[in-house]
């Protein structure tokens, strides 16, 4: 059974940094490209980016470069996205999904980032 | 502002069908597959309609889609209260070289 399960809930203050996971299993983790997706509050749905965790060719939207950092580490199966230094703008539910073409199959259960002083 | 365009809110009775449209450009839905996923209250999106009108197992034959020039839509046919739910479409954008979704409709069963 494919699965992607995400990292717990997480609760930070503006300026820290903060690595965000989702591990796949039930399917080859490197033949797949993995995105992630944003969810702000009561709004709709963001891509922000994917990785092919086979070789770790990454592609990020423009909205999201340089703001965040897509990785993945294959001999664990699993993907990670990361912020050097959050902003209140960060509080959001984040989904990664396995990407079969141009959708996204399988998601993960979510992890919500809120960003507070 | 999303790049894709929904209605912001369908609603129907029982029963009914009811569709929901999603307008794009000649650079996404215009020249890409769409895509649709199917979000519960509290829970993860789900994919419920793929490559225009194909349905990943599992999902119901209620659930239908189509797609002409810049438009898409997704039929809902035999609706049931399960069915509420928040529904977004899907495409890949060639010019802006990113997947764009729509703004989702927030589907009522009456």
């Known amino acids: 059974e494919v699965q992607l399960v995400q990292s717990g809930a997480e609760v930070k203050k503006p300026g820290e940094s903060l690595k965000i996971s989702c591990k796949g299993s039930?399917?080859?983790?490197?033949?797949?490209?993995i995105g992630w997706v944003r969810q702000m509050p009561g709004k709709g749905l963001e891509w922000m980016g994917i990785i092919y965790p086979g070789d770790s060719d990454t592609r990020y939207s423009p909205s999201f470069q340089g703001q965040v950092t897509i990785s993945a580490d294959k001999s664990i199966s699993t993907a990670y996205l990361q912020w050097s230094s959050l902003k209140a703008s960060d509080t959001a539910m984040y989904y990664c999904?396995?990407?079969?073409?141009?959708?996204?199959?399988?998601w993960g259960q979510g992890t919500l980032v809120t960003v507070s002083s | 502002q999303s790049v894709l365009t929904q209605p912001p809110s369908a609603s129907g009775t029982p029963g009914q069908r009811v569709t929901i449209s999603c307008s794009g450009s000649?650079?996404?839905?215009?020249?890409?597959?769409v895509n649709w996923y199917q979000q519960l209250p509290g829970t993860a999106p789900k994919l419920l309609i793929y490559?225009?009108?194909q349905r990943p197992s599992g999902v119901p034959d209620r659930f239908s889609g189509s797609k002409s020039g810049t438009s898409a839509s997704l039929a809902i046919s035999g609706l049931q209260s399960e069915d509420e739910a928040d529904y977004y479409c899907a495409a890949w954008d060639d010019s802006l070289m990113v997947e764009v979704f729509g703004g989702g409709t927030k589907l009522t069963v009456l």
């Open positions: 039930g399917y080859s983790f490197t033949s797949y490209w």
């Open positions: 000649s650079s996404n839905i215009g020249s890409n597959t």
């Open positions: 490559s225009n009108n």
């Open positions: 999904a396995r990407q079969e073409g141009t959708y996204g199959d399988y």
